[in-house]
C-alpha cells in the first residue's frame, strides 16, 4: 500500500479512463488528491480515495479488487487520522463484509423510493402559501443569505450535522450545475422581515427528477410553508417529462417513511452510509 504521488499512468486503468482524463478531473477537484494504491506485480489492483466533505467527515471510495480494501482502510486511516465514511449498497453482501471486516459499521440506513408525481400532488393538493409569506425561484434570490439557509437547513438532516458549506462550491452548484433548475428550486421568504425562511430543491438529472431536499428554519415549523414549497416545486418538476421522481428517507424518520406506503412509493433498495471510527 502506498499514497499516490501522480501516477496517472499506473492507476487511471482502475477509473477505466486514461491518464490524461484522470489527471483533469483531479484537478477540477483543487489537485490536491488524497489516494492511496494497491499493487501486484507492479501493476495497480485497487484503490481508495478521500474527499473531505463540508460537514467535516472524511468520506472514501475504493475501485479495484475488492480484497485489498481492508488493507487500503488501513493506510488512509493511519495516515489521515479521522474516522472514515463511505457509502455502500445494503444488496451486495460481499462489500459489506469486506468493509466490516476493515472495520467499517453501519452509521445510517436510508431507503430510495420512486415516487409517482401525480399521487403525491393529490395529497397536497390543499397546500397553499400562508398570508405574509412568498415564494421566490433560486435564481432570483440573494445567493448569499440563501447560502446561509442552506447551511442552518443542512445542520439539521441526521448524516450531515456540522455542516459548513463551501462558498465557491454552491455559487457553481446554482450556476454551472445542469441539474440545476429555478422552478423546482424554491425559497420562501417572510414578506414584513425579508427573512428567508424555507427552500426546497429538486434536481433536474439526466436519469430524472431526484428530490434533493425540503425544509424550513425551526420557529417556522408550525406553518404550513414546507408543504407549499413541496406542492409548488413538485407541480414544476412533473412538467419535465417524467411521471415520476426519485427520493431517499430513513426507517429511522416514521413520519416521513410512513407516508411512502401511503403514496404507493416503490422501493428501489437500501444503502448504508459506513463509518471506520
Same mark, same amino acid.
Given at each position: 500500500?502506498?499514497?499516490?504521488? =501522480?501516477?496517472?499512468?499506473?492507476?487511471?486503468?482502475?477509473? +477505466? $479512463?486514461?491518464? +490524461?482524463?484522470?489527471?483533469?478531473?483531479?484537478?477540477?477537484?483543487?489537485?490536491? %488528491?488524497?489516494?492511496?494504491?494497491?499493487?501486484? +506485480?507492479?501493476?495497480?489492483?485497487?484503490?481508495?480515495? @478521500? !474527499?473531505?466533505?463540508?460537514?467535516?467527515?472524511?468520506?472514501?471510495?475504493?475501485?479495484? #479488487?475488492?480484497?485489498?480494501?481492508?488493507?487500503?482502510?488501513?493506510?488512509?486511516?493511519?495516515?489521515?487520522?479521522?474516522?472514515?465514511? %463511505?457509502?455502500? /449498497?445494503?444488496? *451486495?453482501?460481499?462489500?459489506?463484509? $469486506?468493509?466490516?471486516?476493515?472495520?467499517?459499521?453501519?452509521?445510517? %440506513?436510508?431507503?430510495?423510493?420512486?415516487?409517482?408525481?401525480?399521487?403525491?400532488?393529490?395529497?397536497?393538493?390543499?397546500?397553499? $402559501?400562508?398570508? &405574509?409569506?412568498?415564494?421566490?425561484?433560486? #435564481?432570483?434570490?440573494?445567493? /448569499?443569505?440563501?447560502?446561509?439557509?442552506?447551511?442552518?437547513?443542512?445542520?439539521?438532516?441526521?448524516?450531515?450535522?456540522?455542516?459548513?458549506?463551501?462558498?465557491?462550491?454552491?455559487? #457553481?452548484?446554482?450556476?454551472?450545475?445542469?441539474?440545476?433548475?429555478?422552478?423546482?428550486?424554491?425559497?420562501?421568504? /417572510? *414578506? /414584513?422581515? =425579508?427573512?428567508?425562511? &424555507?427552500?426546497?430543491?429538486? !434536481?433536474?438529472?439526466?436519469?430524472?427528477?431526484?428530490? @434533493?431536499?425540503? =425544509?424550513?428554519?425551526?420557529?417556522?415549523?408550525?406553518?404550513?410553508?414546507?408543504?407549499?414549497?413541496?406542492?409548488?416545486?413538485?407541480?414544476?418538476?412533473?412538467?419535465?417529462?417524467? @411521471?415520476?421522481?426519485?427520493?431517499?428517507?430513513?426507517?429511522?424518520?416514521?413520519?416521513?417513511?410512513?407516508?411512502?406506503?401511503? $403514496?404507493?412509493?416503490?422501493?428501489?433498495?437500501?444503502?448504508?452510509?459506513?463509518?471506520?471510527?
Amino acid at each position: 500500500m502506498a499514497r499516490f504521488g =501522480g501516477e496517472y499512468e499506473l492507476v487511471a486503468g482502475l477509473y +477505466g $479512463v486514461s491518464s +490524461g482524463k484522470l489527471r483533469e478531473r483531479d484537478e477540477r477537484r483543487g489537485g490536491s %488528491t488524497l489516494r492511496w494504491v494497491a499493487t501486484r +506485480g507492479g501493476e495497480a489492483s485497487a484503490a481508495v480515495e @478521500g !474527499w473531505l466533505r463540508p460537514d467535516d467527515r472524511m468520506f472514501v471510495s475504493f475501485v479495484g #479488487d475488492r480484497r485489498s480494501y481492508a488493507e487500503l482502510a488501513d493506510a488512509a486511516a493511519v495516515e489521515l487520522e479521522r474516522p472514515l465514511y %463511505t457509502f455502500v /449498497d445494503a444488496a *451486495d453482501d460481499e462489500l459489506m463484509a $469486506v468493509l466490516q471486516s476493515g472495520g467499517f459499521e453501519v452509521e445510517i %440506513t436510508e431507503e430510495r423510493f420512486s415516487l409517482r408525481f401525480d399521487q403525491v400532488l393529490a395529497g397536497l393538493r390543499r397546500a397553499w $402559501v400562508p398570508s &405574509g409569506f412568498s415564494i421566490r425561484s433560486a #435564481d432570483t434570490v440573494d445567493e /448569499d443569505r440563501l447560502f446561509a439557509l442552506d447551511n442552518v437547513l443542512r445542520n439539521d438532516v441526521p448524516g450531515i450535522d456540522g455542516w459548513k458549506g463551501d462558498r465557491a462550491w454552491f455559487r #457553481d452548484e446554482l450556476a454551472e450545475s445542469p441539474p440545476f433548475d429555478p422552478s423546482a428550486y424554491l425559497v420562501a421568504v /417572510d *414578506d /414584513d422581515s =425579508g427573512a428567508y425562511v &424555507g427552500l426546497v430543491r429538486i !434536481w433536474r438529472n439526466p436519469s430524472g427528477p431526484r428530490f @434533493g431536499l425540503v =425544509g424550513v428554519r425551526r420557529e417556522y415549523r408550525h406553518t404550513p410553508i414546507a408543504a407549499a414549497l413541496l406542492r409548488e416545486a413538485l407541480a414544476a418538476a412533473s412538467q419535465w417529462g417524467y @411521471g415520476s421522481f426519485t427520493a431517499e428517507t430513513s426507517p429511522a424518520n416514521p413520519a416521513i417513511y410512513r407516508r411512502m406506503a401511503r $403514496v404507493d412509493a416503490e422501493s428501489l433498495g437500501r444503502f448504508y452510509q459506513m463509518v471506520r471510527r
